[in-house]
């Protein structure tokens, strides 16, 4: 019996994939699995993998599963089985290839952050806006928003778990970079990178503040710091997180770690740390919130678990609860395994290409949008204004119209991705 | 410039997998992903899928990615576009399955426990000798051994760095049967389950504990329980882990849950809990070990992270260590995320995948081999024997020959699976 | 303003105290405290410490705080000044000494475990049962009943939290006879100490287990194991947990592990492991109790924290909480420190002498009592009888009158101490 | 044979404490305590206890066990049998008693914050300077330096460890003021505790990470926020943590919540964070400090450990490992008990008097200073003026002579406390 692909009903939706370093590949891993697992309107096809180096981008390819490879992105974006850019390069390009894409008539996916500025995310805010009049959608990878347990703790906070907000609590520890021998690649260099720690780690708990919390932040005070200010260059090409430093020497032009408070639109105090020379910490994001009611706290070096305190309970039996976010009640986890059987990082790329998907077939605006990765730029410009005036506190400018969604996702398989427009 | 298979050099090995439930999911999640992240000498195919009920198997083909679908497995086994037998049916099937995929000439990969009985067991083993004659090699799914942590727990002690060992203690607490109303599926049936949780939970800690140590358990002293002896006749098909109830009851014929301590061959004390009744518990496969000169600990609610305590270290400064599993140097790692990027329950899956293509290709003995599988019925029926007889101890037959690896596997890039043989 | 002492009007209960090593200190502490954090109805009078040496006693006697120093027990337990005789002597000599005390109308509190043998324990309870009649009370110092955790969750299991009990699992880990070297000291002969891991750690864990569980172990199986056989003889005088050895050897006649599983008479399973070889665990008494709806779990290394599951609450949100017991709603805790600041070990000791004085004030029954010492003691009997018969299940004898507390203690300031009656 | 008091040939130490409210009763029972477990040169004597409240302060007496009243704090501070001064009362009478005492030729011991304001702390230094001219000491009773697990982390520290410093970041969250009904006890008024959260727990941790660090805070930035501004009267006498509030409502004057964040004389970042309204954390003092070679974590609820991660060994084997701080080898433990038999919060205040007693035996500066509390308080101070503009980085004025010490205690038992002066 010659199996006779029942998906062939579903529509296809074609995927074109820019860069292929540690973000393609796990994108790649995500295009690759969505389907299979989930129930989905349309069914993702891996058209096309886009780069510059002919060899590795057809070696990318057939590593990954895309069906062939473009050497020239301008090529991808145009191609008619490609609905949909995905975009996986350094931020110093994400403008350009996103408004080519957008105007080309493709939907968009772009890896945070949204840009290396202000000036360039609000390029994109307006070429999104004016792709959304024609239909197509653009979204911003801010990943980490589709960890179950990050999803469900929207949901708890949404429902009015945690009461009014007193303290949000973010930081993001890592430690590639403690070894002053570690080779200067592109992430350490300005033009390339936008920002160090602040744009590469600071983005991502600047996004899921926001999120988590349902509103903006307001004002910022910063301090940063580049502890080693010269690094060995990278003998060969560079390559992502790893590359033998050679004998030669150049600047970091980028922050190794950031501080910042700041405050919330309700009022509640936040604070933010990024950086890449915390010894021991391998991707410690650890976050804790704080509400009148209850409070919530997390570390993605145990993603399968939330801490939630209930502080309505009796105080005699009350305390933080770990919550395993792997029950069939929880978002996404329907389409997953057992109770227990615990998610990796990589799962959020799944869930987020379905997320995209979902919007897609709806027509429904998905979230984190590049208006949110917009209010993501002007944080972290606020926090680079602030560190370069002895920290004084910075305004954070907000848009017109960005949105943060007002409730998380209830059902993986049942809802669109909830993305309410709110006025900040 | 459309993409040539850079793999299409790469010989094929077809894969045809009988039994489309829970572990059918994950083995084609684990067949799917293993040549997109391991470099492998054979590319894997999803040449066909079998089970009973044809629309059913359709559409799990359809859906997880199967080319093609029989509905009698008789059919699958025999089919030239597969050279290896995956079978993740119910263990009341797997000895004729895998007697007759062997007989057909395919390598064959059977899901754990081998079998419900010594017998079916041994004669598997049986039939798994003279296949090696003839080149076909034979392996049993304890995918727990591909946890990372594991992997590397059996590293540390294979290289002495827990000296003669003390004590072992393994528990697998799940909570799925807490609920009385829960209702009486396949798993509760002596018939196809063979026992309840012991060989479930049971089989998967025994292995493991046999694993790490590298040497067998030779006696068990055992009690057992069934708490709820009468559960709601399930009100449609069963379906694996969860069906709705009927009004209708039927008498439970496993255990809920199994308790024995033991002896290892070198005197180490042993002790070992399997329930599927422990509220709270999702899925704690939970382990030390305690050695002479240091112990591990591990909890596979958190996978990715391993207990080390060195008690040769200066006793102020020393304490359990959690390394988290998830840097190059560690099993497997290497073809993943940078470090803290943890992996999920399904990454065992093509770990088991990846060693046993190696394997194949290298014409190695993979491990767990069906020998190593036989040993462990032997240990779950001297523990069934002993609960009978008033937990009296009871020895564990050893066979003549079941391999027990020497040393983990160092390289997963590099390194063909290790598997010493053992007189145990 | 001279001050005149308020509890001049409180009479006064002259406390004589045996045996000066560990845990004459410890109970030192608990005396000299309990009446500075407690109101109490009696003002315990450190009066009299008792010893064989007589420099080492007024040693000990100057450095506790004890008025007086005897060198002959006998001499102290006939003393007009003192109506609590508190022996902290090893266990062959409780027996001897808490007949004689009672017989000499004093009270006792007598260290755990209560003999070494299930004949002196009965004789024990015999007068104990006399003295009950001239109104002595006598109690035995299990000491970890009165971790507030602990009292806690008896209160909690108490009051139906858990509802019926599905499994008990106990363990108590010590690592300090990992070291070869590690001299033998009387705790490693028989003829002083009973019995090793069993009755040091076991009798803790065993007693802990009823009080817990709110009814007897009624059967056991058991393995054990001396791993160590010789060690070197104590240099100098045997003194308790750590004494330089020398070069002569020595055999050790204790067991240095015991592991036993059971059956409650609920017809709960039940696992327990004592053992001195588990490298890196100090004082890992760890217990998690499961019942059908709830679960608890603790760790003496953490003995402020107390985790608890309701499984009662919907799956989405709930999870082990960690309850900080140090609120003032929990046992004893009223009389401390604001929540969140910690107590220690040597609390125990005051709270055990909190609610002897209570008792002996008020006339009632303390738990545990002597019974209850010896409902241990024949657990403990009843395991060495299994390992000695290849581990088949051996009943425990229950004695015609055993007290185990119908329900925790609900106010360490205003209640006495609840010792139900039970028939077990 | 009565006993004579072999610590009579110790020349005494009389204390006269002034206070009797939770810090009174934690000093007491750090005094009755400290002569019993460690062997000191001077025997200290509880000679007298002052407060306004004659009824009270003689209740304080007899319950807390000192031997005489006084009503007035100045007839105290002059008796003849009262050789060290303990303040145990707000911050704003600080200054003066301290002053005072020192004027009156007695050593102080006076409780954290040194004072309400960098004046009165100024005056207090000086007046310590003039005392130690005649031999008088001076102490700040910043107690969690005697946590065991502190203690030895300055000591890991100092020993090069960690290398150079990347990263110091403390936390210090309670939950207490969550509630809004919470009445206006004293400590929210400006006039009584000078500042909010940032003095109470600010202070503790601003001294916590310098001397950890063993260097100086040289700038901050800071925000800080009263969230509820207004609270109800309390019904009765102002009573510490807890009282009933009544109707009537008054305005809170100092802050719920400081956030600030700064830098270290050799160019570390560090961040704090004090606030009473982080609902769920009891007394969660949480550090972690990020070297070039290593990383230190801490959770003052589970004082007992510390975590250490030591960047030199091998990656693959790495981690943070949790030391039990309860070894004989770890500072204080030598006296206490066997390991992992945990201590308490009120054992730093034992710890403080050892050392403290000591010190005056030895005639050695003690640590912390009054020129430290100075330091804790210019940090203070220069919180409060970044928070009142703007949160613009403000230095912090360094004293000319104020102690860090370079080397923690190596020995409870044997080595005088390590004081080493520093120009900072």
Redesign the interface.
Known sequence: ???????AAAPTLGVGMVGYA?MGA?H??GW??VG??FDLPLRPVLAA?GGRD?AAV??A???????????DWRDLVTRDDVQLVDICTPGDSHAEIAIAALEAGKHVLCEKPLANSVAEAEAMVAAAERARQRGQLAMVGFNYRRVPAMA?ARR?IAEGRLGTL??V?V?Y????L?D?QFPLTWRLKREHAGSGALGDLGAHIVDLAQYLAGEPLVGV???S?T?VRERPLPAGASAG?SAPGGAERGPVTVDD?A?????LAS?A?A?F?A?R????????LRL?I??????LAFD?????ELS??D?TE???????????V??S??PYLQAW???????????TFAHQARDLVVAIATGTEPAPSFADGLQVQRVLAAVEESAAK????TPVPTSVRASVPESAQTSAQTSAPASAQAQV
């Open positions: 019996m010659e199996q006779r692909d029942s998906e540690f796990a790649s891993q690759r699995t299979r697992v993998i002919e057809r070696a390819a057939a590593k990954h599963g895309w069906a062939s490879a473009e050497s469900y708890l007193r303290h609590r930081s520890l890592q430690d590639w403690v002053p005070s910063a301090l710091e502890f997180l770690a501080l910042f408070t700041g405050r009022g105090l604070s740390e950086t020379m915390a010894a021991g910490r391998k991707n410690a804790e704080n509400g009148e009611l209850g409070s993605l070096e145990r993603l399968n939630f305190h502080h009796p105080a005699a039996s009350s305390g933080f609860r770990r919550i395993l792997t029950e009640e929880h395994w057992p109770p227990g059987h615990g998610l990796g990082y990589e799962h002895s920290a004084v506190y």
